[in-house]
């Protein structure tokens, strides 16, 4: 797809993409009748997309739900080969295991570890507006929670916030980070855990 093709989705036929401004990922722990429960720390995580191919080709928002000791994927998927202006939406289940599921969340970390702060504020930053490439969104079990946005400028930056309670997704008010290429590993574990699954589908 051409940037002009993903600036077009979001702004434009997509309202539900255009609220966020992005393609939406989102794992929440429910509650079952099986005994078996979630052995992750994790209790919802949500990512966003500013093109649907950043993280898997024509991606645009996934569920995942624990379910009698799995995820529960459901996908959806936007195809605009046609043109921005009709694009066909189409959907995909699939399930995969807690392990699945934590290596995404421990190539996050793992990323966040290799950044390192800048002297720069986030509305500094943002002057320029620069594009969004994807945000994440993590809420843990003992209530704690992380906020992060990266965006496709020419050095890579990430803005961040945590905290507990209440999730203070306001940009304004996170820390400036770099590289954004430290997410590289988060990426390539989203995009193989579709991978892995779709193409055997």
Partial sequence: ????????????????????????????????????????????????GNSTDILYPELMDASFVFQEGNWIISASFVDDSEGWENPEIYDREFSVTPEEVEIINLSLHEGLNGTHPLEISPSVLLESNPHIGFDIEITYTDGSWIYITTF???????????????????????????PVSALDSFVTAIHALFSNHLDMA
Avoid at 9 to 26: D, E, K, N, P, R
Avoid at 162 to 173: K, Q, V
């Fill in 1 to 48: 797809m051409a940037e002009g093709s993903f600036k077009a989705i979001a702004i434009g036929t997509l309202l539900v993409v255009a609220i966020s401004s992005t393609a939406f990922f989102y794992i929440s722990s429910l509650s079952n009748d099986s005994d078996i429960t979630n052995s992750l720390d994790i209790a919802s995580l949500r990512i966003s």
């Fill in 152 to 178: 496709q400028t020419a050095e890579g930056h990430i803005i961040t916030n945590s905290g507990t309670d209440t999730i203070d997704n306001n940009l304004l008010s996170g820390t400036v980070l770099q």
